[in-house]
């Protein structure tokens, strides 16, 4: 027999299996020796009162040996099979080529970046040098922007589709079993990498196709028909289905697209900056406490107000992160921020932002272009006002509100470097005003958030793309082209790891439904 019950259990012993078994024979009126073995299903931290404790849900075995469930995949060789031609191998082209192993279908993989190792040498010159390559970066390259933006696999997608299978494939892949059990999963930026090489593995090992500095120029098209793509280099690559899984940030496809004809739209995303704090003030507020217990992770937090008629909200927190350099052009500034596995730095960030809507933008409606445009001359405005070389316009939080310019920074985690500047020259002006109305509020809500020890960095702007590519509801093709299956975060139909994964797995299965 079993039975599954939640239990309170503080920090103390939530790492003590007798404490926890024990526990879960008090509350279930038997005595331990009927329990022969259990495992935890669900755990998360509630810090709501003074005394945190870890809430888990745990199968107990009772008269039963415990026997732990072995899930093994099924895949298939597809050297002969069918193609699938899938554009840009971030989490939705790599999920959706998984799914091609299960369905059958050959995947064929075309990805503008590097394998996941080589682009570490061209962060490190974004990092050191400011010098950004436009076809390896932060965003572009194996695994997409979130291999090296921190691996946080928390979502609320459940309904889009199957959010365990996603953790499970990561989990056969080298990830920690701890993200199946963990409400707030992460693997961490040191460790993704290896475990997006291990995907590769399987797809090339199963007869699946992965090319890398591989960009697509065209999409071939006749009579409404999707007949391959042509590369950079001139190769034509046949297929009669095509996944668009390029990222938020690919903006060269959504010039294919208007050069084409073919129907896009502008969509609403967010646009803010990324703040900074050291970590034990967030420790401190949320776990009410001067020092952080040695079984508590680094603490994270979760905030949003309305000002101004607009919601200002955080976004994407790291504990014990970094702030990034996340540009993929000249002259243009965007941060956003990475942890590794142990969210072990020094400082927390998290973006903090506001949704940019489609009135905000004269001609959002007519032109799809519109949001994009904006987005890009508040990059650039923040580059020149950063003095080049990536250096971010900045500002201390308590100066920020007060209109006041920084007479020095605090010691943060960009390394490119921070210039003091006043941020009104950077952010639109509701923005700013949005922002600035928020974050004493904020303050009030998570005792010492509000502090000039806070420091706040322009511009966290690549939220989500900026431009939708239409896509039918059931088919999840293309309304004017059979056979082209937007995908993914680049268009508009995921926000992070999980969602996109979830999408790539989805425009797989209508392909073999189709």
């Known amino acids: 027999m079993q039975k599954e019950i939640e239990l309170a259990i503080t920090p103390d012993f ?9 526990e879960g024979a008090r509350k279930l009126g038997l005595s331990p020796k009927r329990i022969q073995g259990m495992f935890i299903r669900k755990r998360s931290i509630d810090a709501r009162s003074r005394q945190v404790v870890y809430r888990i849900r745990v199968v107990f075995y009772i008269d039963e040996p415990y026997t732990p469930e072995i899930i093994r995949p099924i895949i298939q060789p597809v050297h002969q099979a069918k193609p699938v031609v899938i554009i840009g191998a971030g989490p939705a082209g790599l999920f959706a080529a998984y799914r091609c192993l299960e369905r059958g279908l050959k995947p064929i993989v075309l990805e503008r970046g590097k394998e996941v190792r080589e682009r570490r040498r061209d962060l490190a010159k974004i990092n050191k040098e400011g010098f950004v390559n436009p076809e390896s970066n932060y965003c572009f390259g194996e695994g997409g922007a979130g291999t ?33 059990v963990d409400a707030r999963p992460h693997i961490g930026t040191n460790k993704l990498p290896h475990i997006i090489e291990d995907m590769r593995q ?62 896009i739209e502008a969509k609403p995303f967010a646009l803010g900056v990324r703040i900074e704090h050291p970590q034990e003030i967030i420790d401190q507020a949320q776990y009410h406490c001067a020092v952080r217990h040695e079984n508590l992770p680094p603490a994270y937090y979760s905030l949003v107000e309305q000002v101004n008629d607009r919601g200002v909200f955080s976004f994407c927190m790291c504990p014990g992160g970094i702030i990034a350099p996340c540009a993929t052009d000249k002259e243009e500034i965007v941060v956003n921020g990475w942890s590794p596995s142990k969210r072990n730095n020094p400082h927390a960030n998290s973006g903090t932002v506001i949704q940019i809507n489609l009135d ?7 032109d799809a272009f519109a949001l994009l445009d904006f987005q890009r001359q508040v990059e650039r405005k923040a580059f020149d006002l950063g003095g080049g ?43 700013h005003k949005a922002l600035r109305g928020a974050l004493p509020i904020f303050g009030k809500k998570m005792k010492g958030y509000y ?33 082209l299956y937007p995908c993914g975060e680049g268009a508009g139909y995921a926000g992070g790891i999980v969602s996109a994964a979830i999408d790539g797995i989805n425009c797989v299965d209508a392909i073999g439904l189709s």
């Open 14 to 22: 939530i790492e003590d299996e007798q404490h926890i078994l024990s």
């Open 451 to 483: 502090t000039n020890e806070a420091i706040l960095v322009g511009v966290e702007s690549r939220t989500s793309s900026p431009i939708r590519i239409p896509r039918d509801k059931d088919s999840l093709q293309h309304p004017e082209i059979s056979g």
């Open 148 to 180: 090296y933006s921190d691996g946080k696999l928390y979502t609320r997608s459940n309904k889009r589709g199957d959010v365990q299978k996603v953790l499970q494939i990561f989990v056969q892949h080298g990830a920690t079993s701890d993200i199946l």
């Open 360 to 366: 905000d933008v004269p001609n959002a409606l007519e």
């Open 202 to 263: 399987t797809i090339l090992e199963h007869g699946g196709e992965i090319h890398f500095n591989c960009r697509v120029d065209d999409i071939l098209v006749n009579f409404g028909k999707v007949e391959g793509v042509r590369t950079a280099d001139g190769e034509n690559i046949k297929s009669e289905h095509v996944i668009v899984a390029t990222g938020h940030s690919a903006r060269d496809i959504f010039e294919l697209f208007r050069r084409k004809g073919w129907l």
């Open 389 to 431: 070389s990536l250096v971010a316009p900045a500002q201390r939080m308590v100066d920020f509100v007060n209109s006041k310019v920084s007479g020095t920074l605090p010691e943060n985690s960009y390394k490119p470097g921070t210039k003091s500047v006043d941020l009104r020259e950077v952010l639109p002006d509701f923005v």
